[in-house]
């Protein structure tokens, strides 16, 4: 809100939000649409929502331009090995399955393998950093161009499990995962699924890097990186 209002004060005019697919909450239908209802379970995603609200209220009484993006599972790294994910504490799928291959973890911890998908396990769309990159560029141009205001999605629209996953990072490596099963944790749908249909006609925005072996294959060489320079 603080910022909203120094730039209304500063007159900027216009703002791309980095916001989540974890404002719908647990899904009533898939793929989800943008016009899906929105009950988040988490603090993450009620916060997100709430500026998205504030954003639509000060397009309706300041005339702000605004573009909220709703990321899906957003994953991968430059694909140069110089830029990736480094968290701490690490939440991310593929970041703690490739620790677990390089030993920095003991195993990879697999929250819930009885949900109602085709292997057991949750199902999530990844998205890549680039492609939630150039989709930032373009909301920026749309906008600038007087595009219409609202939220958008930013996913693949093809779901992938967590065994599915694992297995093509084992594919990529050359390497075994060691796993760990542990219960469903709450909170957890089983099925996140975008449909970016909305992004791609509005943008006209299209992932190119998201193929998850592009994903697996950007990531180790981005984790490889980061351990020889830890090492220097």
């Known amino acids: 809100l603080a910022l909203l209002e120094s730039m209304q004060r500063a007159g900027v005019g216009s703002i791309v939000f980095s916001s989540t697919c974890a404002t719908y ?6 793929p989800l649409r943008e016009d899906h209802p929105t009950r988040p379970v988490n603090p993450y995603g009620e916060s997100k929502l709430m500026t998205e609200k504030m954003l639509r209220w000060f397009e309706e009484c300041h005339g702000l331009r605004w573009t909220a993006l709703r990321y899906f599972n957003a994953c991968g790294a430059h694909p140069d090995g110089d830029l990736g994910e480094c968290h701490d504490p690490e939440t991310h799928l593929i970041p703690n399955i490739l ?15 009885d949900y109602p998908t085709p292997d057991g396990t949750a199902i999530r ?96 060489k981005w984790e490889t990186r980061k351990a020889s320079f830890a090492a220097h």
Not at 148 to 165: A, D, H
């Open 99 to 113: 620790r677990a291959i390089t030993g920095e973890i003991p195993h990879l911890e697999v929250y819930g393998t």
């Open 125 to 220: 769309d990844y998205i890549h950093v680039l492609d939630l990159a150039e989709a930032h560029i373009k909301a920026l141009d749309h906008l600038g161009r007087a595009g219409e205001c609202g939220v958008l999605n930013l996913g693949t629209g093809k779901g992938r499990s967590v065994r599915e996953v694992v297995r093509v990072v084992e594919e990529v490596t050359g390497r075994k995962v060691p796993l760990k099963e542990c219960p469903r944790r709450p909170g957890d749908p089983p099925e996140l699924v975008a449909d970016p249909q909305k992004a791609v006609a509005k943008l006209g925005w299209k992932p190119r890097w998201s193929s998850i072996e592009l994903v697996a294959e950007t990531a180790w």
């Open 25 to 30: 909450g647990n899904p009533e239908r898939l």
